[in-house]
Nanobody, 117 residues
Framework: EVQLVESGGGLVQPGGSLRISCAAS????????MAWVRQAPGKGPEWVSM????????SYADPVEGRFTISRDNAKTTVYLQLDSLKPEDTALYYC??????????WGQGTQVTVSS
């Protein structure tokens, strides 16, 4: 079955950095665009970033543009998100998701990122 397993979250101070990963299995990873979505406590899911099948095209939500970087390694069937210059408002549960026809058809269980002094 399709599996997406996020890891790498943790507690970081404002201005700090973190790199989170999503290990994918159960499908042909290179055929799918992948995305990161986050959800803060009491709020709905917020799209963060996406990367095309070959990693050549990336896009970001305005709040993270210039601070986060998405990438993927198709040989390792893994997608990454580098989070730099972190702010308290970045605190959320971060999910990776598989994209299919502009929808997210599979999600992981998420990894928690907490930004606090």
């Amino acid at each position: 079955e399709v599996q997406l397993v996020e890891s790498g979250g943790g507690l970081v101070q404002p201005g700090g950095s973190l790199r989170i990963s999503c290990a994918a299995s159960g499908f042909t990873f290179s055929r799918y665009d992948m995305a990161w979505v986050r959800q803060a406590p009491g709020k709905g899911p917020e799209w963060v970033s996406m990367v095309s099948t070959d990693g050549g095209t990336t896009s970001y939500a305005d709040p993270v543009e210039g601070r986060f970087t998405i990438s993927r390694d198709n040989a390792k069937t893994t997608v990454y998100l580098q989070l730099d210059s972190l702010k308290p408002e970045d605190t959320a549960l971060y999910y990776c998701a598989r994209m299919r026809l502009f929808e997210y058809d599979y999600w992981g269980q998420g990894t928690q990122v907490t930004v606090s002094s």
